[in-house]
């Protein structure tokens, strides 16, 4: 199993950016998937997960309602829709499945 997340980068508060997870060797709709995020000093947190049941979303509190995750079989690869973004949005963010991790992509948020 290899996870690879791009699209991180420098982003205005307000605005969106949008981050992919690139899978190879997953099974989709077998296991859940999730982002999570770990920001300076703080602990990694969930902030988004697909059921691999029906392929329903959930998602913390501090992005609900601004994120959005999606999965796509076909090319294999999960999404993290970041909008209106804030600078307590300013972290790495890891896709996962299953015990793995991708290597994270970070994400700036600044004027």
């Known amino acids: 199993v290899q996870l690879v997340e791009s699209g991180g980068g420098l982003v205005q508060p307000g605005g969106s950016l949008r981050l992919s997870c690139a899978t190879s060797?997953?099974?989709?709709?077998?296991?859940?998937m999730s982002w999570y995020r770990e920001a300076p000093g703080k602990g990694r947190e969930l902030i988004a997960s697909?059921?691999?049941?029906?392929?329903?979303?959930t998602y913390a509190d501090s992005v609900k309602g601004r994120f959005t995750m999606s999965a796509d079989n076909t090319k294999k690869m999960m999404y993290l829709q970041m909008d209106r973004v804030n600078p307590e949005d300013t972290a790495v963010y890891y896709c996962?499945?299953?015990?793995?991790w991708g290597q994270g992509t970070q994400v700036t948020v600044s004027s």
């Open positions: 996962r499945y299953l015990v793995y």
């Open positions: 060797g997953v099974t989709f709709r077998n296991y859940p």
């Open positions: 697909i059921r691999e049941s029906d392929g329903t979303t």
